[in-house]
């Protein structure tokens, strides 16, 4: 089954929530801070699916915050790792935007591409119930949004200083060991300090 397709009842069931906040029955509070919410999603929605570039700008700051935070020793091991799969540095050092730079070519055009389909998928299947399944749409962004906040404040500020926090929710799924990685970083309790030497091997 298309992605797109499958995700298509979950979209109706958030539309369906969202268009109850937005006709007032949940408070006037919601119903407004949701009324420029929506706007801010449109926009940026129409802005991103036009220029994907926007999209690339998300997948770069999410990667940049984890990769760019990860120790020197860290890097090398990387950088060992990278040469066994047969990618030669000219300098001999790896630096961590060379890192970074490899990582948001390889897996940026792929998620954009699917993205895009995605979202294409969802036009198609739900042509005749747009309006909720827009809404639902705006609702997942919002929630991604609010879930990557709480998760992660300081990348969100990262992404929310660019005006493009909303976008998060569309590359969500591919981005989130990057996420999960930048949380570790961050962490300094056992169980992060654990989880992070499990990563360090996988690069042995």
Not at 156 to 162: E, F, G, S, T, Y
Request: net charge positive; aromatic share 6%; hydrophobic share 45%.
């Amino acid at each position: 089954m298309v992605d797109g397709v499958a995700s298509i009842p979950i979209g109706l069931f958030y539309g369906t929530r969202r268009t109850i906040e937005d006709v007032g029955l949940l408070g006037k509070d919601v119903q407004k801070a949701n009324f420029a919410e929506n706007k801010r999603i449109w926009e940026l929605m129409k802005a991103a699916f036009e220029n994907r570039e926007i999209l690339m700008s998300v997948i770069t700051i999410v990667v940049s915050e984890s990769l760019d935070r990860l120790p020197e020793s860290t890097i090398k091991k990387l950088q060992y790792h990278l040469e066994l799969r047969g990618i030669a540095f000219t300098t001999g050092v790896i630096t961590k935007k060379t890192i970074k730079d490899i990582v948001v070519n390889k897996i940026g055009p792929r998620t954009v591409a699917r993205v895009i389909s995605k979202q294409a998928a969802n036009r198609v299947v739900s042509a005749a119930l747009l309006p909720v399944s827009i809404q639902g749409t705006i609702e997942q962004a919002s929630n991604s949004s609010k879930r990557l906040r709480r998760i992660n404040p300081r990348l969100w500020r990262k992404l929310a200083d660019r005006n493009v926090d909303l976008l998060y929710g569309f590359v969500e799924d591919d981005l989130a060991p990057f996420v999960a990685l930048a949380c570790v970083i961050d962490g300094n309790d056992p169980q992060s300090r654990a989880a992070f030497a499990k990563f360090e091997s996988y690069l042995k």
